[in-house]
């Protein structure tokens, strides 16, 4: 939530746009809140009373899920006058069949906190206004009295004399004296009125905060939804490029050595033994070419150091890095052994950060640093390159680079932290669970 958080002095206050914003507020807010109380009370009893059909629940329930038109009204109203942004929540999503349909409808916590607003916010809402109002027409009120006191009906005091203007009990202000005094009591309560307003207005922007906006849990639901979806638009893309790899690569060079083996039988034939032999030769280069293609495709799969454990995969990995590389592995890493998931992401994840410090950040060396520790895996990567990395998409819907490792990182309920200011180092901290089951 952002709120107007510019400093307001004292001896402006009441003369300040946003004072006055607030005082709007309180207004429109007085308007929608009888209105708003009114729907939640229905809601309530007409979830209650016809709780015992099945129409009546239907009834219920939608009517608990447009507790979220009201929750729109009241945010939209914060951030117009208040100017108070508050996250949209997850958009609903209705249960399929018909039990299910019914139990989102009446389970929809976003509704139901939607309408605690309205209930929690109309006393709030009432009593700021009202003693808003009465501040401010106190201190108006008090400042232009000497204007038209002398309009007001003469009063007869104990001691018999008469008086003509505001009095408590037989002290009539009436004199020069006591008018100044008035004056300066209204000037005083009029400084004091948008710092009493405003702590009403700050009480609705709470409960605004706390009700209006998505609960943790529904952002983290939310982050896993997209993180999942990354990770299968990755896992998509991937299989894409392998099966152009095999398509456009290693079945055209088998398609060749086919053509050729049935050439040199044809010269065998002829009885042009020499011709056939360049001709398998020229097979027999082709075919190891495509042992060595095939070997790349499914080291991009799964690279077999893999299958001796995580720890000798990645000194494999910097073994054959363009840049010098150490690996620094503690104890425990591997007992017991890691996920096969979570040892691929901790690979990959890795791999992209090395290749990214020596091709982007130019780097000289890198450092890996792993550890295990509480059900999780820690991966830290260091590079002493130019630094100034960042998390950005490519600009199409699609996840690649950084953006990429944190799709796959967040798919299995890790964390990517990136620390990475202009001039490095380069900090990559990845969090990994030991385990992909819950």
Known sequence: MTTMTSRIGFGTAPFRTRTWAEYGYLWLALLVAPFGLAYMLTTIALTAGLAVTVAGLWVGGGMVAGGRGWGALHRGLLRQTLRTEIAEPPPFRRGRGFWRGLGSLLGDSTGWRALLFLFVSFPV???????????VCTALGAITYPAWYRWLPPQQAGDGSWHRGASFGDWFVDTP??????????????????????????????????????????????????????????ADARLRRIERDLHDGTQARLVAVAMQVDEAREHLADGAPELASGLLDTAHASALETLAELREIAR????????????????????????????????????????????????????????????????????????????????????????GAVVVGDGAGERTGLAGLMARVRAIDGAFDLASPAGGPTVVTVTLPTSTRP
């Open 125 to 135: 809402t009432v009593i700021g206004f009202v003693v808003s109002t009465v501040f």
């Open 300 to 387: 991009g799969i799964h690279p077999a150091a893999l299958d001796s454990g995580l720890a000798v995969a990645l000194r494999t990995l910097a073994a054959r890095a363009p840049l010098p590389v150490t690996v620094d592995i503690a104890p425990g890493v591997e007992q017991p052994r890691l996920a096969p998931a979570v040892e691929s992401i901790a690979y990959y994840t890795v791999a992209e950060l090395v290749t990214n410090a020596a091709k982007h950040a130019a780097a000289n060396a890198v450092a890996v640093r792993v550890e295990r520790a509480n059900g999780t895996l820690r991966l830290e990567v260091r590079d002493d390159g130019r630094g």
């Open 177 to 234: 004296d006591r008018i100044a005094v008035g004056v300066a009591a209204g000037i005083l309560v009029l400084y004091l009125w948008p710092w009493v307003m405003r702590l009403f207005t700050m009480l609705l922007q709470i409960l605004g905060q706390a009700l209006l906006g998505p609960t943790r849990g529904a952002l983290r639901v939310a982050e896993l939804r997209a993180s999942r979806a990354g990770a299968v638009e990755g």
